[in-house]
């Protein structure tokens, strides 16, 4: 089974940044699918971004298109988020997400990612 962690969650003003990373170990297939969701209490999940570690495919929420870049590194064990320009509504607990692509290229934030890292709480002040 493998593990992920998420780290560089913070509290930043409206109009700032954050780079949030995910840590990947333990997974036995190189072509995953990656993804980071948030999450408010009260509210459901919501994906925000993924992609195909096979590639350089990503997919966005409309919410965060133009303002957030999801990025892997070279050797596929990290997935960055940088935000950009970041407004209060994006607060929330950020998850790192993974599942196997089963050789599809494809990565929607709707599939059922199956492993999750523990969360870091980003916090957009007005």
């Known amino acids: 089974q493998g593990r992920l962690v998420e780290t560089g969650g913070g509290s930043v003003e409206a109009g700032g940044s954050l780079k949030l990373s995910c840590a990947a170990s333990?997974?036995?297939?190189?072509?995953?699918?990656m993804a980071w969701f948030r999450q408010v209490p009260g509210k459901e999940r919501e994906g925000v971004a993924s992609?195909?570690?096979?590639?350089?495919?990503?997919w966005y929420a409309d919410s965060v298109q133009g303002r957030f870049t999801i990025s892997q590194s070279g050797a596929k064990d990290m997935v960055f988020l940088q935000m950009n320009n970041m407004k209060p509504e994006d607060t929330g607990m950020y998850y790192c997400?993974?599942?196997?692509?089963?050789?599809?290229?494809?990565?929607?934030?709707?599939?059922?990612?199956?492993?999750w890292g523990q969360g870091t709480q980003v916090t957009v002040s007005s």
């Open positions: 997400a993974r599942r196997r692509s089963y050789g599809s290229r494809t990565c929607s934030l709707t599939d059922n990612y199956n492993s």
């Open positions: 333990g997974f036995r297939y190189s072509s995953d699918c």
């Open positions: 992609t195909w570690l096979g590639g350089t495919s990503s």
